[in-house]
């Protein structure tokens, strides 16, 4: 890599994608999406893909990791991990700058890590050993294999019998080293009241303007309700609005409650990231997009002095 890798992260309807995109725009960038969702065609709405921000001036901004799967398909931590890092070979090659941009904490922490994840197959033996234990057995096993930060594998019985599966085999596989590579990380942050508000805005204009279709499509093209609930969020609340088990209004109050909750847990995963000896230069959301930009910008030429 000729040039560091620059990260712009941060919480739900904090601006992310603008300014990465404005950035890019600035110097010649290419985006990586760290983000669970986006990498799924037709599911653009509901995560927030903000496609009309990567044209700027009459250019498109080159993306990677985006609509790169059919909604359904599987993809995971594992996945992501090896496309970032072919992506990030392939930018090296057009001597663009990378900005890796997203909120998912496990893909953030996936691209910055000392080690390449390792390929687990399902382990039948391991998973007829689990499939009496109940939820609790299963999330104090897990505990004891590894620290637990993603709450929601303990909320989904599969996923927490495949965190076990993963947790299992990596406790007697080695691991093998990430390719080095310079990086600089951004952090957008503003007081919880002001991303509540975002929050409460945005999903009022998703909802005006085509979530409830989306999700309706994506029933059409054959994901069924139990997959899109697995998505979460926007996709979960939507399903069960669509099957009447909640009606408008609750979508909305319980949905915008869920990504505010979501919101301040992407806030614990960037502090905990912190605390592991990763360092943030956080930036008000609140500043003018072109201050944000050339702070970058300034804290990029200083770095490369160094």
């Given amino acids: 890599m000729k040039k560091p890798l620059i990260v712009i992260l941060g919480p739900t309807a904090i601006g992310k994608t603008k300014l990465a995109c404005y950035l890019a725009y600035n110097i010649g960038g290419e985006l990586i999406s760290a983000d669970s969702r986006q990498v799924y065609k037709g599911m653009d709405i509901g995560t927030g893909k ?10 498109t901004i080159p993306s990677h990791l985006i609509d790169i799967k ?28 990378p900005i890796l941009c997203g909120g998912t904490g496990m893909y953030l922490e996936a691209a ?23 939820l609790k057995e299963l999330i104090e096993y897990l505990e004891k294999l590894k620290p637990l930060h993603n709450q929601s594998d303990t909320k989904d019985r599969s996923r927490l019998v495949r965190s076990i599966e993963i947790a299992e085999y990596e406790s007697t596989h080695a691991k093998e080293p990430m390719p080095s590579f310079e990086r600089i990380i951004f952090g957008v942050k503003a007081e919880r009241s002001i991303i509540k508000k975002n929050i409460h805005s945005r999903l009022k204009h998703r909802i005006d303007n085509g979530l409830i279709e989306e ?53 614990t995963w960037f502090r905990r990231m912190e605390k592991k000896g ?29």
């Fill in 50 to 59: 903000d496609l009309e921000d990567f044209k700027i001036n009459g250019k």
């Fill in 70 to 97: 059919s909604a359904g398909e599987e993809y995971n931590v594992f996945s992501f991990q090896n496309d970032f890092l072919n992506a990030l070979q392939n930018i090296a090659k057009t001597d663009s700058w």
């Fill in 112 to 134: 910055l890590s000392d080690y390449k994840f390792l390929k687990v197959d399902e382990n039948v033996d391991l998973r007829e050993r689990l499939h009496n234990n109940t």
């Fill in 215 to 267: 999700v309706e499509q994506l029933l059409v093209n054959g994901i069924t309700h139990h997959k899109l609930q697995y998505y979460g969020l926007e996709y979960k609340y939507v399903s069960l609005y669509l099957l009447n088990e909640i009606d408008k209004n609750q979508l909305f109050t319980e949905l915008y409650k869920s990504i505010s909750a979501y919101a301040k847990r992407q806030m």
């Fill in 278 to 306: 990763i360092k943030i230069h956080w930036i008000s959301a609140e500043k003018p997009l072109d201050e944000k930009v050339a702070y970058i910008q300034q804290k990029i030429k200083d770095f490369e002095t160094v």
